[in-house]
Each structure stands twice: as structure tokens, then as C-alpha cells.
């Protein structure tokens, strides 16, 4: 005999009025106004992070390069990957800071390392690096030298003693390698401490960037130099 009660309609789970309106994906302040991302580039152009911020974030970001690595070279190659993509998206800022007139990309070596060695210099420590050399060696024509005096990202590590060869400038040879790349004079980056002889004793925290091009910028920088 069937039964004359009526069936019920299944189940379904009740969610809330507010979480069947959000989808994944950017979100937008609830009151209208606007994100980060409408602020014009120009906006920020003289502001300043303060270094108690900065140090305590460089710090973190040593502590979690240091996780799962080999040896001091390691932990410098973690370094420098976290400064590459800074680098490259500095390039494209920094140059469209500048004036319409020089608002172009550097075409030869020496106009490229002028660039980092100012404005980039300026932007990241608000002071233009210490000196620019090439090397000497008539058999590295490939090899510049970028010197910075007092690294300010080495001015809040303390490096222990068994670990006294690491220098932490490496996040900064990440970001000149980036430039170089994003310009399209890919080279090679490393930060090398002077030590405590010479101009060590006056300027014991003093680092050497050595900057070494590929061969094939070598010989396009040649190439353009006799048309």
C-alpha cells in the first residue's frame, strides 16, 4: 500500500549569502576604492622604506635562502636567484622614470654599467656606487668591477665564524645580473668581500660585484665600436 505522504525535496547544504558572491582571483576593495596597481608609477618616486623594515625583511629572506643548502656557494646562488627578477623589473621602471629625451635603453657596456652604477645605485641606497673598473687583464676583456664600500644589505647580518667567506651582497649581484639580462647583455654576477689587507683595514666591509659578459656581448660591443 502506498504511502500518502508526501516526499521530501533532498537536502541541500545552506552556504552563506557571502561566500556564493566571491569567485577566485584579485579582490577588489569592498568600499570602491582603488589598489595598488592605479597608483601611478611616479608616485613613489622619492619615497623611502625605512631600514629597521628592511633589515628585519632581508633577514628573513637569508634565514629562508639558508634552508636545505649545501654549502656558502649554495646559499649565495639562492641569494642572487632572489635578487635576478628585481633586477629585471627595475630596468623597465627605472627607465620610464626617466626624462623623454633619455628614456632609452642602454646600447653599449660602459652606457649599461653607468645606468646601475646611478640611477639603479641611487634608487636601492640613495648614493651612487663607490667605482666602476674594467679589468686590466688583456685576457678577461670581458670582466668589470662594480665597488661598494659599505653594502648596506650586509650592514644587519651576522655572519658566524664558520661562515666567514659568505657575503651576503649576493641578493645585490642577483639584481645587477637581472639588469644586465633584461637589457640584453646577459652576463654573470658575483660578490666578492676585499678582505682585511689595503683597502680592507679602511673599509672593512667593502664588496667587489664582478660582472662578467658573454662572449657574444663581447663581440657585439665590438662590432658596434668599428661601424
Keep these: 500500500m502506498a504511502s500518502s505522504q508526501p516526499s521530501k525535496p533532498p537536502l541541500t547544504s545552506q552556504v552563506p549569502q557571502a561566500q556564493r558572491g566571491t569567485q577566485p582571483g584579485l579582490r577588489y576593495p569592498s568600499n570602491g576604492s582603488k589598489t595598488i596597481y592605479h597608483r601611478p608609477l611616479n608616485r613613489s618616486r622619492t619615497q623611502e622604506l625605512s631600514q629597521a623594515s628592511f633589515a628585519y625583511l632581508f633577514g628573513e629572506m637569508v634565514s629562508y635562502a639558508q634552508k636545505r643548502v649545501t654549502g656558502i656557494q649554495d646559499l649565495e646562488k639562492r641569494l642572487n636567484m632572489q635578487g635576478h627578477p628585481i633586477g629585471l623589473k627595475l630596468l623597465d621602471l627605472l627607465l620610464y622614470r626617466e626624462p623623454p629625451r633619455t628614456q632609452l635603453r642602454p646600447l653599449h657596456i660602459i652606457a649599461l654599467l653607468q645606468f646601475i652604477t646611478t640611477v639603479l645605485w641611487r634608487h636601492l641606497f640613495a648614493r651612487p656606487a663607490d667605482a666602476l673598473e674594467k679589468s686590466s687583464n688583456p685576457e678577461t676583456p670581458d670582466e668589470y668591477m662594480i665597488s661598494d664600500n659599505e653594502p648596506l644589505v650586509n650592514q644587519y647580518v ?58 657574444e656581448v663581447v663581440e657585439r660591443e665590438s662590432y658596434l665600436g668599428k661601424s
Excluded at 178 to 205: I, K, Y
Design 158 to 215: 651576522s655572519v658566524p665564524k664558520e661562515m666567514s667567506q659568505l657575503n651576503c651582497a649576493a641578493f645585490v649581484a642577483g639584481i645587477i645580473e637581472g639588469t644586465c639580462d633584461g637589457a640584453g647583455f646577459p652576463a654573470r654576477v658575483t660578490a666578492h668581500s676585499v678582505g682585511t689587507g689595503g683597502e680592507g683595514e679602511l673599509w672593512p666591509g667593502k664588496t667587489v660585484f664582478l660582472v662578467k659578459f658573454q662572449p
